[in-house]
């Protein structure tokens, strides 16, 4: 059987003309199956409409659900390969028989295909591609475009106006970055709303981490200098920055600026000092991401290393869905479309006997817009590199397999105390308040043998009588019904409440009133409230409730738990990151001398709310309208205990 066309993750449809606008659509009419007088699928009529040109092909069944998206170099041959073809593998032979409809999709070439065919994927899901989900934006070291560059960690859409290096594999090693240039190079870090107002150096300045450009102790030239060390450091140009640093210090000490020279000579010493420490040094220079596929037990993971600048900086594994009976080859494939098309690809990709096709190549190097070099034998420290990615990888499986192992254990013996086999998802919710402020409803989900993170919800509340907690479910689980009946989400076999008998029958009012099935349980404390010595509280069919004694160590029991503590924990971190949204936006309202007009022009002055907690007593005191006594009233409010 020919390879099958490795599918591209997830970005929606774009519109951009130059890339995805197709130059021709044809779509093969059908009737569904099944239905009393309907035609079957005709394949013959549908492939002798095919054009012999690239393009995207969509299969999709008699519920107009998309099965798979491919694409091709040519789409007639391809697509009357799945249906000519005999000896078909049991998995694509079952997909073939769901067919109801084709269409395709002609592009002016295999690397615009592939570009659509990535959108496509993401778009539609299809129960038969590979499919790869990583929903976490990657973390970027940012080199601010301002007269003095702002060093910062940044996530989110890149400006052209900055300089971004990454991506990262967390923010942890994005983190450590700033800090190692702060000790060399001493960038600022303060937002600019602090820096366009500081009458003197902070603390950065005191412990030489910030040469304090905000006060004037360091010209623009000079330390546009340290900006381009830091840029070269980060490019892992490290003998171009000890070579620059040298020219500087000598270049200073000619022209007898011995204070300058120093502080030349002593970045030159602290960049000895960290190269001789670097934990993992490379003797490459320049970003690479190393790539390992293994597959153990039809599970597959793809492990990526990540050196940026001749640092490993650390390493993240994916593990995709419908991988199941594919080969190395085409899980590695999907994912290099997937994971780096519409993202930035670094400037070597090491994999193991492995050469990604002529288009994929192609498409990344027009969105680089440089050259993207593939390694696919590599050897020496690129060879150390890849074993330990693949090494990563079979840890990874490792681990998902006992873990899924535990919950499925965890998952049947719920099924069995509660009496309801079928039970696959379930939803839990919580409300967290302050004495009724600042109300936040959680509702979290678990599917699939693990915690979907990407489901989860969270409901600002907004009650008459603050502290209801029964209203405050009631509306949450009201809110998330309404998503259950229009079909936004999937229905639940299982509701867990935080709660006893009152939330019990504030959810069975809920589900009564919207007309939807779904088992319900309570998860309530003792009479004591110990963690561990909770009820279970069943809702019956004859509307009574009755209590379940379930043992601490009882497997059921600790999944109930793990579920209705991730709930908890989830509300409460939205319920204090509301309240202290809100307190901090009241903050200046409650100052006594402070009215609309100088908060406004607080707010301007300093650039917001953090810019004015951030400023000294004295900065305060230069806003128009503020005089020293309102500045120091203002100061020990906003810092008060």
């Not at 820096?195 to 030489?208: N, V």
């Amino acid at each position: 059987m020919k390879k099958l066309l490795s599918p591209s993750e997830t970005a929606p449809p774009e519109t951009d003309a130059r890339r995805q606008t197709p130059v021709g659509f044809a779509d093969i009419p059908f009737e569904k199956r099944g239905e009393t007088g309907a035609s079957p699928f005709d394949a013959k009529a549908m492939i002798a409409a095919l054009p012999q040109e690239p393009g995207v092909y969509r299969m999709l069944d008699a519920q107009e659900k998309t099965l798979y998206v491919g694409k091709a170099l040519n789409l007639k041959k391809r697509v009357t390969s799945y249906f000519q073809k005999s000896g078909l593998s049991p998995r694509i032979a079952i997909m073939v028989s769901q067919v109801a409809r084709v269409e395709t999709t002609v592009t002016r070439s295999e690397a615009e295909a592939l570009l659509l065919e990535n959108n496509l994927i993401k778009a539609l899901a299809p129960r038969y591609n590979i499919l790869f989900r990583d929903d976490k934006s990657y973390p970027y070291l940012c080199v601010s475009g301002d007269a003095f560059p702002q060093l910062h960690f940044h996530r989110g859409a890149l400006d052209k106006k900055h300089q971004y290096f990454g991506p990262f594999p967390n923010s942890g090693a994005v983190r450590e970055g700033v800090a190692m240039l702060q000790k060399l190079f001493q960038l600022r870090t303060c937002e600019n709303s602090v820096f366009a107002h500081r009458t003197r150096p902070c603390m950065l300045y005191q412990i030489e981490r910030c040469t304090a450009p905000c006060v004037g102790y360091i010209t623009e030239e000079v330390y546009a200098e340290d900006v381009r060390s830091a840029v070269l450091f980060l490019q892992g140009k490290v003998d171009d920055v000890r070579e620059q640093l040298q020219k500087q210090m000598e270049s200073a000490a000619a022209a007898l600026e011995f204070e300058r020279a120093a502080a030349l000579r002593d970045k030159w010493q602290r960049l000895q000092q960290l190269q001789a420490k670097q934990f993992v040094e490379s003797a490459t220079a320049g970003d690479a991401d190393v790539i390992a596929v293994v597959q153990d037990r039809e599970v597959a993971a793809v492990n990526v290393v990540m050196v940026r600048g001749g640092r490993h900086v650390g390493d993240r594994t994916f593990f995709p869905a419908h991988a199941a009976e594919r080969t190395l080859a085409e899980v590695a494939e999907a994912f290099l479309a997937q994971h780096y098309l519409e993202r930035s690809v670094p400037s070597l990709l090491v994999l193991d006997d492995f050469v990604p096709s002529d288009s994929l190549i192609e498409a990344l190097t027009a969105q680089a817009g440089r050259k993207i070099n593939v390694t696919s034998r590599p050897s020496g420290e690129r060879r150390v590199w890849l074993a330990m990615a693949a090494r990563n990888a079979k840890l990874a499986i490792a681990q998902q397999l006992t873990q899924k192992a535990t919950q499925q254990a965890r998952l049947s013996a719920l099924q069995e105390a509660l009496g309801l086999p079928d039970v696959q998802r379930i939803e839990c919710f919580d409300v967290s308040h302050t004495m009724g402020e600042a109300t936040v409803a959680s509702c979290v989900v678990f599917d699939k043998g693990a915690m979907q993170n990407n489901e989860y919800r969270r409901f600002n509340i907004t009650l008459a009588s603050g502290g209801d907690d029964y209203a405050a479910m009631q509306e949450a689980l009201r809110r998330r019904a309404v998503r259950i009946v229009t079909g936004e989400v999937p229905t639940p076999d299982l509701w867990v409440i935080d709660g006893g008998k009152g939330q019990l029958h504030v959810a069975a009012q809920v589900l009564e009133d919207e007309g939807i099935n779904i088992a319900l349980i309570g998860l309530a404390k003792g009479p004591e409230r110990k963690v561990g010595d909770e009820d279970v509280w069943r809702w019956g069919e004859d509307a009574a409730l009755s209590p379940l004694c379930l043992p601490p160590e009882h497997a059921g029991f600790q999944l109930l738990h793990q579920i209705r503590d991730e709930a908890h924990r989830f509300a409460i971190q939205g319920h204090r990151a509301r309240r202290g949204k809100a307190r901090l936006a009241s903050s200046l309202q409650e100052i006594d001398g402070v009215g609309d007009k100088r908060r406004r022009a607080l707010l301007n002055h300093f650039g917001g709310l953090k810019g004015v907690r951030a400023a000294s007593a004295d900065d305060l005191a230069r806003a128009p309208g503020i005089s020293k006594a309102l500045a120091a009233r203002i100061f020990a409010a906003l810092h008060e205990g």
